[in-house]
């Protein structure tokens, strides 16, 4: 028996089983590309919707967001898709639909944390195709700004109590953002330890890769715009922060609203740097947190631009692993922050008393610029780990072929495993790119007649009735210079 077995498993034998299994890994990861990558990135697959967009077209933009994200439901873009629609059925007026678009992405963001984002099982499979294949679970300040906007809306639905919640949610998304950070990082350095064990070669070849001239180089250059950015704390975001004060101080129920209101003018202060507006709505809220009544005064909140996005660019690494001139070098395709620099600033407030002019309140570039260089070493290590593993098993296909079936075979060998990781080799891009470039705000006591006008430097402008004996927020929208102004003005008290 011992003798049968011996005659079985041959070197020859061996040498072909394992060419088997490896031949077929290549044909599945080929599949798999195909099937769920499409070639395509998610900037590519939303350029033309994008055109709408930023072209100021909000209503088709707004529909053809809402045919993604229903085409979407239910796969790996489904949460992206519904955060585009919300954004845009937003922009777009639409504000009872944006909320049910919002709602249903908080259900889907609410689901992933259950299942603590993505599984291991789901990371390992990146490993043969991309991390674009796996499903969009939210960033942390993703998840801020839909409470946020959720909040917002139901300003706008005159439903303000169930703002409270939201806003509650919010000022939580952003304290556990820093405790989520540190938690995927320690996920991501086990993913990699674990690869590493059960690949070492590939993993040094990753290593030694990444500390190439060329290739350090490269990346260095393509993610210096990085440093410019202004700072803020990590995942600190004082839109979100501004706005917990303004709803505390102006729909108070007692004096623990109205000390949190105060504590929230005081954390902006704090982020966004001295203003005269922050320190007039600081000084209110000292003032009513001591007893005093709030004189009718109004808040204006202008959004203007569009968030960057991320585009993808390749760069060849040495594979020091093969050593051989089958596959000597190999593409491997990184996300870079691309910024829009298309947008109005300032916005004017005009009435009797004179005129205002906003002020930045919160830079997105800086927010999503710090998040996306907290994520960047994991993205950058598991790429360059999961394009050497796909290059690696196409090398030793291609050798084996050449080997077994001679210089034809060698050639079908490598044609395939080159389609393969042409079409594995796309950067994962989706990003919420609907949000805004920069917030800012102005406030002021409420003219007696309670009419104002609001002008952008494009010569756009709109004229808005507040209510003289209240508390109003106005809220402005500005996509791009080519969009209209989107202007609503709420009641608050």
Same mark, same amino acid.
């Not at 959720?150 to 939580?172: D, H, T, V």
């Given at each position: 028996?011992?003798?049968?077995?011996?005659?079985?498993?041959?070197?020859?034998?061996?040498?072909?089983?394992?060419?088997?299994?490896?031949?077929?890994?290549?044909?599945?990861?080929?599949?798999?590309?195909?099937?769920?990558?499409?070639?395509?990135?998610?900037?590519?697959?939303?350029?033309?919707?994008?055109?709408?967009?930023?072209?100021?077209?909000?209503?088709?933009?707004?529909?053809?967001?809402?045919?993604?994200?229903?085409?979407?439901?239910?796969?790996?873009?489904?949460?992206?898709?519904?955060?585009?629609?919300?954004?845009?059925?937003?922009?777009?007026?639409?504000?009872?639909?944006?909320?049910?678009?919002?709602?249903?992405?908080?259900?889907? #963001?609410? &689901?992933?944390?259950?299942?603590?984002?993505?599984?291991? @099982?789901?990371? %390992? +499979?990146?490993?043969? /195709?991309? $991390?674009?294949?796996?499903?969009?679970?939210?960033?942390?300040?993703?998840?801020?700004?839909?409470?946020?906007?959720?909040?917002?809306?139901?300003?706008?639905?005159?439903?303000?109590?169930?703002?409270?919640?939201?806003?509650?949610?919010?000022?939580?998304?952003?304290?556990?953002?820093?405790?989520?950070?540190?938690?995927? #990082?320690? &996920?991501?350095?086990?993913?990699?330890?674990?690869?590493? @064990?059960?690949? %070492? +070669?590939?993993?040094? /070849?990753? $290593?030694?890769?990444?500390?190439?001239?060329?290739?350090?180089?490269?990346?260095?250059?393509?993610?210096?715009?990085?440093?410019?950015?202004?700072?803020?704390?990590?995942?600190?975001?004082?839109?979100?922060?501004?706005?917990?004060?303004?709803?505390?101080?102006?729909?108070?129920?007692?004096?623990?609203?109205?000390?949190?209101?105060?504590?929230?003018?005081?954390?902006?202060?704090?982020?966004?740097?001295?203003?005269?507006?922050?320190?007039?709505?600081?000084?209110?809220?000292?003032?009513?947190?001591?007893?005093?009544?709030?004189?009718?005064?109004?808040?204006?909140?202008?959004?203007?631009?569009?968030?960057?996005?991320?585009?993808?660019?390749?760069?060849?690494?040495?594979?020091?692993?093969?050593?051989?001139?089958?596959?000597?070098?190999?593409?491997?395709?990184?996300?870079?922050?691309?910024?829009?620099?298309?947008?109005?600033?300032?916005?004017?407030?005009?009435?009797?008393?004179?005129?205002?002019?906003?002020?930045?309140?919160?830079?997105?570039?800086?927010?999503?610029?710090?998040?996306?260089?907290?994520?960047?070493?994991?993205?950058?290590?598991?790429?360059?780990?999961?394009?050497?593993?796909?290059?690696?098993?196409?090398?030793?296909?291609?050798?084996?072929?050449?080997?077994?079936?001679?210089?034809?075979?060698?050639?079908?060998?490598?044609?395939?495993?080159?389609?393969?990781?042409?079409?594995?080799?796309?950067?994962?891009?989706?990003?919420?790119?609907?949000?805004?470039?920069?917030?800012?705000?102005?406030?002021?006591?409420?003219?007696?007649?309670?009419?104002?006008?609001?002008?952008?430097?494009?010569?756009?402008?709109?004229?808005?009735?507040?209510?003289?004996?209240?508390?109003?927020?106005?809220?402005?929208?500005?996509?791009?210079?080519?969009?209209?102004?989107?202007?609503?003005?709420?009641?608050?008290?």
């Amino acid at each position: 028996m011992d003798t049968h077995v011996g005659a079985l498993i041959k070197p020859a034998n061996i040498k072909s089983m394992v060419f088997q299994q490896a031949k077929r890994m290549v044909w599945i990861v080929l599949a798999a590309a195909f099937l769920l990558s499409g070639c395509q990135t998610y900037q590519e697959k939303t350029s033309e919707t994008k055109g709408l967009w930023s072209g100021g077209h909000l209503d088709a933009a707004a529909a053809d967001y809402s045919r993604k994200a229903e085409s979407a439901s239910g796969g790996k873009d489904a949460l992206v898709y519904r955060l585009e629609q919300a954004m845009a059925l937003r922009a777009a007026g639409k504000i009872s639909e944006s909320q049910a678009a919002f709602q249903q992405a908080d259900d889907l #963001i609410n &689901r992933f944390d259950e299942k603590a984002k993505t599984s291991v @099982s789901r990371e %390992a +499979g990146a490993l043969l /195709s991309n $991390q674009a294949n796996l499903p969009y679970t939210g960033r942390d300040y993703d998840k801020v700004l839909v409470s946020t906007y959720k909040a917002l809306n139901f300003l706008q639905l005159g439903q303000p109590e169930m703002a409270r919640p939201e806003l509650f949610r919010a000022y939580q998304r952003q304290q556990d953002a820093v405790d989520n950070n540190r938690k995927r #990082i320690d &996920r991501d350095q086990k993913e990699i330890q674990s690869a590493a @064990s059960e690949k %070492a +070669g590939e993993y040094q /070849s990753t $290593q030694k890769a990444q500390s190439d001239p060329l290739v350090s180089g490269e990346m260095k250059k393509r993610y210096a715009a990085l440093d410019q950015l202004k700072a803020y704390a990590d995942y600190a975001n004082p839109f979100p922060v501004y706005l917990d004060g303004l709803y505390f101080l102006s729909l108070s129920t007692g004096g623990s609203d109205l000390e949190r209101a105060r504590k929230s003018f005081e954390r902006v202060k704090g982020m966004s740097g001295d203003n005269k507006y922050i320190n007039a709505d600081l000084a209110v809220a000292e003032k009513a947190a001591n007893g005093e009544p709030i004189p009718p005064r109004t808040f204006v909140v202008f959004e203007t631009g569009s968030a960057p996005h991320r585009e993808q660019f390749r760069i060849d690494i040495p594979l020091f692993i093969v050593g051989a001139n089958r596959v000597p070098y190999v593409g491997v395709a990184l996300p870079t922050l691309e910024f829009n620099p298309s947008y109005i600033a300032p916005l004017t407030v005009s009435s009797v008393a004179g005129s205002e002019s906003t002020v930045p309140l919160a830079n997105m570039d800086s927010v999503i610029g710090q998040a996306f260089r907290n994520e960047l070493p994991g993205i950058v290590t598991k790429t360059l780990m999961s394009t050497t593993i796909k290059a690696s098993a196409a090398y030793f296909v291609n050798q084996v072929a050449e080997e077994q079936g001679g210089a034809v075979a060698g050639l079908v060998s490598m044609l395939a495993t080159a389609a393969s990781q042409a079409a594995i080799n796309i950067s994962d891009t989706r990003t919420w790119t609907t949000l805004p470039k920069e917030y800012q705000f102005c406030s002021f006591p409420t003219p007696a007649d309670g009419k104002l006008r609001v002008s952008a430097p494009n010569t756009q402008q709109a004229e808005v009735a507040v209510d003289p004996k209240s508390i109003n927020l106005i809220l402005v929208r500005s996509v791009s210079p080519l969009s209209p102004l989107v202007v609503t003005a709420i009641r608050l008290k």
